[in-house]
Nanobody, 118 residues
């Protein structure tokens, strides 16, 4: 059974930090490109960051460059998103997505809420 479980969300003040985790099981994590997406109320889901299978290459949305860092630990089947200098506009449900390179299948987690507010 494929599972992607996000954790680490919560309420944080502007300027604060959070680290999200995405724990994967049921598929070959090390052969999957991984991404973080987010969806704010009333808005479409948007891509935040991506990371290749080995972690050798990453990409970020312009809105989070220099503040967020995506990483992965293939030994632990886990992906991370370190979020620093958080802003109210970062408030959203954050989702992890896996794309298994071999099969082309895509899997989504259930999301974790991040709220940035004073």
């Amino acid at each position: 059974q494929v599972q992607l479980v996000e954790s680490g969300g919560g309420l944080v003040q502007p300027g604060g930090s959070l680290r999200l985790s995405c724990a994967a099981s049921g598929f070959t994590f090390s052969s999957s490109a991984m991404s973080w997406y987010r969806q704010a109320p009333g808005k479409e889901r948007e891509l935040v960051a991506t990371i290749t299978t080995t972690g050798s290459s990453t990409n970020y949305a312009d809105s989070v460059k220099g503040r967020f860092t995506i990483s992965r630990d293939n030994a632990k089947n886990t992906m991370y998103l370190q979020m620093n200098s958080l802003k109210p506009e970062d408030t959203a449900v954050y989702y992890c997505k896996a794309r298994w390179i071999v099969s082309g299948r895509v899997y989504w987690g259930q999301g974790t809420q991040v709220t940035v507010s004073s």
